[in-house]
C-alpha cells in the first residue's frame, strides 16, 4: 500500500480544482489526427493477408467503420530516392505509397514526410547511421531533392504532400537512420537554401507543402 505524505492529501484537498467546459468557445483548432507509415510500418501492411490489409485500413481511415485518421506521416527515404549524385529512384517506397493512397481513398487529405538521414554523400559521416550531419556543400542538392520528391509525389502517385521535415529526432544520435543538427544549422539551411528553393519552384508562403520539425 502506497501511503500519501500528509502534506500532499492537505495540498490536493485545498486545491479542489474545477474545469468548465464552454463547448462554444475556440481556442485551437486541430488539423487532425493520423498514423504513421515510417519505419516499416506500412511494409508490415504487406505482411497481412489482403482482406487483414483492407480491415485494417477502413478501422484506420474509415469514418465509418472506424477512427476516421486524416493525417499520415511518412518517412523520405532519400538514400534511396537520389543514391549517388544525379542518380534518382522513384521505385523503393511502394509500400508507404500503397498506405497514402488506401488513406486518401477513405478521405484522408492531410499526408506530411520526414527525413530520417539525407544520403550518405550528403553527410560528414558517410553512412546512414550514429548521426552525422549534412555537408554544407550539400546544402543546395538536399533542398533540391525535397522539393523533387513533393513534386514528383504529385505527378507519379497523385499524392499531394502537405507538409516536410527536414529531419527525425534532430538532436541525437541513433543507431538507425539519423542525422544531428543544430538550431543555427536548420535556420541557416532553410532561409539560405530550402525556402528559396519552394519559391523558385513556384510554392509561395503558406500554401503547401510547409515546413516541419
Known amino acids: 500500500m502506497f501511503l500519501w505524505p500528509a502534506f500532499v492529501t492537505a495540498a490536493l484537498a485545498a486545491a479542489s480544482p474545477e474545469v468548465t467546459v ?3 468557445e475556440t481556442h485551437q483548432r486541430i488539423t487532425g489526427f493520423g498514423g504513421s507509415g515510417g519505419n516499416d510500418s506500412a511494409a508490415n501492411f504487406q ?9 485494417l485500413c477502413e478501422l484506420l481511415f474509415d469514418v465509418k467503420k472506424g477512427i476516421g485518421l486524416t493525417m499520415v506521416r511518412n518517412e523520405i527515404y532519400a538514400w534511396r530516392i537520389q543514391p549517388t549524385p544525379g542518380a534518382w529512384d522513384w521505385s523503393k517506397d511502394k509500400d508507404q505509397v500503397w ?3 488506401q488513406a486518401k481513398a477513405r478521405g484522408a487529405t492531410n499526408f506530411w514526410s520526414a527525413v530520417w538521414s539525407p544520403p550518405v554523400w550528403m553527410k560528414s559521416n558517410g553512412i546512414l547511421t550514429n548521426g552525422g550531419s549534412l555537408l554544407r556543400e550539400h546544402s543546395q542538392a538536399y533542398a533540391d531533392l525535397l522539393v523533387r520528391y513533393v513534386r514528383e509525389y504529385k505527378s507519379r502517385f497523385d499524392l499531394d504532400i502537405s507538409a516536410v ?3 527525425n529526432e534532430p538532436e541525437v544520435k541513433q543507431s538507425y537512420q ?3 543538427w543544430s538550431g543555427e544549422e536548420m535556420r541557416d539551411f532553410i532561409r539560405d537554401h530550402l525556402g528559396p528553393t519552394f519559391r523558385k519552384d513556384g510554392f509561395e508562403a503558406g500554401s ?6
Open 208 to 213: 503547401r507543402p510547409y515546413l516541419s520539425f
Open 22 to 24: 464552454r463547448w462554444a
Open 47 to 55: 505482411k497481412l493477408t489482403p482482406e487483414n490489409q483492407q480491415r
Open 178 to 180: 539519423s542525422t544531428v
Open 165 to 167: 521535415s527536414i529531419s
Open 99 to 101: 498506405l497514402m493512397r
